[in-house]
């Protein structure tokens, strides 16, 4: 008999054929619901069932994820910095309360998406959306390496984030001429000149940069397929939000098409052996806060303009598309990637008034100063 009731009243399922033993419970609806998950998971991952109660606590697996990442960053694969974000959300992870006791006491076999939507993640996002967004990606990353490995047999890596705040990323912002960004491309060193002028003529953030590999780019309909992007904890990933994935033209604007076949041909072995397009000069990932910090501030004091950030190369972008191409609010949310027209509006709203404003004053004269041809 699958389900029996012992000499304490409380009801066993014995699953000991499936490798779960035969624990007990108060009702026979919970012992037959037990045994019917054991007995599906038995199936679905080819007549292994892991019993969660035999499985580490959450923090020695944990310690051992870090082992692995400890190694990482010896191999320069991963930055102490990174490491060190790491630790941090794991120790709040591990101290949140659970029961009787913290989310580090518990199993790694019992993590299920609801214990983690409903315990583990609304403490990560008490604080900005973005650091909480950043803890709930590294917990992830956890969460697929003990499924892999076999350690817990639900998918808890599936679990989903609370949607972000829609917001402006500034009140203002100050429009750069032509001029000014031809002047910084041209004072940057060498390794960095194609690098700002694909910035400024693609849109691309500079974590989907960072996460271009040259697979992405079709030189015979020259377009860049904006699909993946680094994100800040140093996974390559999929772009800030589904609105992001889209295919941005790559135009001849100051020979950046065959500037970009050339690199691609020229491109020192090194550096091409893991696929990035502009990666560091050993083939690693590269680093933003290097391109920031160094990289552009050099040649924005070389070019002696006033120092801009990397993400307005970005913005140089929106604003030719705006007031020299004139495009339509739902073209230009679609190649800048944004989630719609509404959120373009709200970041790019002075300039798309600006602009109207600039076409109708040209049209008005126009018609004045045909009636006294």
Request: some cysteine; glycine content about 6%; proline content about 4%.
């Amino acid at each position: 008999m699958k389900i029996r009731k012992n000499n304490r009243g409380k009801y066993v399922a014995d699953c000991r054929r499936y490798g779960g033993g035969q624990p007990s419970f108060d009702t026979r609806a919970e012992a037959a619901g037990h045994l019917k998950t054991v007995k599906k998971k038995f199936h679905i991952n080819n007549g292994k069932y892991v019993d969660p109660s035999k499985t580490n606590t959450v923090k020695l697996a944990i310690d051992d994820f870090m082992v692995k990442q400890a190694d990482s960053v010896k191999t320069g694969a991963l930055s102490q910095g990174h490491y060190n974000n790491k630790d941090l959300a794991f120790r709040q992870i591990c101290s949140t309360p659970h029961g009787a006791g913290t989310i580090g006491d518990s199993r790694v076999g019992d993590l299920t998406i609801p214990l983690i939507e409903d315990v583990i993640l609304p403490p990560l996002f008490k604080g900005a959306w973005s650091t909480g967004d950043k803890k709930a990606v590294i917990f992830k990353e956890f969460c697929k390496w003990i499924r892999r490995r076999g350690y817990n047999q639900d998918e808890p890596h599936l679990f989903e984030s609370p949607d972000a705040p829609e917001r402006e990323e500034e009140d203002f912002i100050e429009r750069l001429s032509k001029e000014i960004i031809e002047k910084i491309i041209w004072a940057a060193e060498p390794e960095y000149k194609l690098l700002f002028k694909f910035a400024a003529y693609t849109g691309l953030r500079a974590g989907e940069i960072r996460a271009l590999t040259w697979d992405k780019i079709n030189f015979d309909d020259d377009a860049v397929k904006v699909f993946h992007a680094i994100k800040k904890v140093g996974n390559k990933g999929a772009p800030k939000t589904k609105h992001s994935r889209r295919i941005v033209p790559l135009i001849d604007a100051m020979r950046l098409d065959v500037e970009m076949r050339e690199w691609k041909l020229n491109q020192p072995f090194v550096q091409r052996k893991n696929g990035w397009v502009f990666p560091r000069e050993d083939g690693r990932l590269a680093s933003t806060d290097h391109w920031r910090d160094v990289a552009l501030k050099n040649a924005c004091k070389k070019a002696d303009v006033e120092r801009i950030r990397f993400h307005d190369l970005r913005h140089f972008f929106a604003s030719v598309l705006i007031f020299d191409m004139q495009e339509t609010d739902q073209q230009i949310a679609y190649l800048m990637g944004h989630s719609s027209a509404q959120f373009t509006r709200r970041i790019y709203g002075h300039w798309l008034e600006n602009a109207k404003r600039d076409r109708e004053l040209r049209l008005r004269m126009s018609a004045a100063f045909k009636q006294h041809h």
